[in-house]
């Protein structure tokens, strides 16, 4: 039920790719912030990141000890929903693969547990083979704490709210359990280039 | 999952406009009338979607400012002079013009009368917007839960909605302005950003566990949520809605 409206040009960029744009969205230079409540504060000797859950043994490293584990510097392009894009943002963080390796499960879903009680699911394989990371360096610098920091999810093939903020653990679980958003409102899985924004999309 | 069941995927629908009200300089009132609108709850949006000659499309989230009622919705824009979408919106759109529009969505950032209070809504420039659609539901059915509105505007030629919350002001609510920039002659309000002695004086207290919206520019709603967070409010008790530098 497309139909054209009278008078809109657009203001299309020429400098973006548009095979890089998912449907619906705009290429911004700047950096959003979106959050549902005030943003956490934890001091780095408080700050811990654990595995939970469907797991043979957790795991839990304080942040000195996670700073010492290998971390990769990533360049990929992020999508909100709430329509803007960010072409080559570049990351550096511990690859969840790092995270779990070794760990034997038999969990096919993982919840993001965040400060803040800010929770995201998704499948485990979406966590998996080198496609997310807990990352705490943007551009180079520490994050920053509206943007996540100390340290943040990184799942760039999913709408952004499914790279959680603040977060501070991975909870393997063997079914689905929706997160935050999901319980308000939004798709379960969050495909950007299905455009999977909302409940029934 | 169940949700999804229950309520069905979000078409878009074709919204006509039906009435264009200026509300400041830089911000309008668009009024439209949406075929089958499902209604919606104070403090939801919608995503709306353009259309060029050459099939390019633009989508973007506006807050809905107004009460349910029937297949009339309203979303109240600031023009960004940069912004893709609200230069259109507000200067070109007109009465029977119609564009595409799905919603209601977000179901977080809401508050309905029977939730009951005290209620503390913090606004910052058109961050008002999803607020007055609060304040207006609440008036809709004659609530009297008390209700404090704080607002920040830069002047009060900027102040949106100026005269209708002056008109709704009592009966449990209390609107307080507070102008950062500029001042009218004899202004007796506040006339500076919004900051923790202010928070404490317009009140309620964190002791009363009021509920409290934020919504703003992001510094404005960092701000005011890490100041509340100081005041003793729970953290969960304070939603807050960003706008970003851009979305225009």
């Known amino acids: ?201 | 999952m169940a949700g999804a069941a229950l309520l069905g995927r979000l078409t878009w629908r074709a919204a006509e406009v039906v009435e264009v009200r200026p509300e400041t300089p830089r911000v309008k009132t668009l009024v439209f009338d949406v075929v089958d609108w499902p209604g919606h709850r104070p403090g939801q949006h919608v995503d709306i979607r353009l259309t060029a000659e050459d099939g390019y499309q633009a989508e973007r989230s506006y807050s809905i400012g107004s009460a349910s009622d029937g297949n009339r919705i309203e979303l109240t824009v600031e023009r960004l002079d940069d912004g893709e979408v609200s230069p259109y919106l507000t200067g070109e759109l007109r009465p029977g013009d119609t564009i595409e529009l799905r919603g209601p969505i977000g179901g977080y950032f809401v508050w309905e009368p029977p939730q009951g209070g005290p209620l503390l809504l913090v606004a910052g420039g058109s961050g008002v917007v999803p607020l007055m659609a609060m304040v207006r539901a609440r008036a809709a059915v004659g609530s009297d839960v008390e209700t404090r509105l704080l607002f920040s505007s830069r002047g009060w030629d900027d102040v949106i909605y100026r005269d209708e919350l002056e008109r709704l002001g009592g009966n449990g609510l209390s609107v307080v302005q507070t102008l950062t920039r500029s001042q009218p002659p004899g202004w007796r309000g506040y006339a500076r950003r919004v900051d923790a002695a202010m928070l404490a004086e317009v009140g309620p207290s964190a002791p009363e566990r009021p509920r409290v919206y934020v919504c703003g520019p992001t510094p404005f709603v960092e701000a005011v949520a890490e100041a509340l967070v100081g005041l003793g409010h729970e953290p969960t008790a304070i939603r807050t809605e960003r706008f970003g530098p851009t979305g225009g």
């Open chain 1, 1 to 201: 039920m497309s139909f054209v409206s009278r008078g809109f040009q657009g203001r299309r960029r020429q400098d973006a790719d548009p095979s890089r744009v998912p449907p619906g969205q705009y290429v911004t230079d700047d950096f959003p912030v979106l959050s549902a409540g005030p943003t956490p504060h934890t001091a780095l000797d408080e700050w811990t990141f654990s595995i939970v859950g469907e797991v043979n043994e957790p795991r839990r490293w304080t942040w000195d000890e996670f700073r010492a584990l290998p971390s990769e510097e990533v360049t990929v392009d992020i999508h909100c929903v709430t329509k803007w894009s960010k072409l080559d943002s570049s990351w550096e963080g511990v690859s969840v693969d790092t995270l779990l390796d070794g760990v034997e499960t038999s969990a096919e879903y993982i919840v993001e547990l965040a400060d803040g009680g800010y929770t995201t699911n998704l499948p485990l394989e979406d966590v998996t083979g080198g496609k997310a990371w807990v990352v705490f360096a943007f551009d180079g610098e520490p994050l920053e704490a509206e943007h996540g920091g100390p340290a943040r999810m990184l799942v760039p093939h999913l709408y952004f709210w499914k790279s959680a903020k603040w977060v501070r653990a991975l909870e393997l679980r063997t079914s689905d359990e929706p997160g935050f958003w999901e319980i308000n409102g939004y798709h379960n899985y969050g495909d950007p280039w299905q455009e999977q924004r909302y409940w029934g999309d």
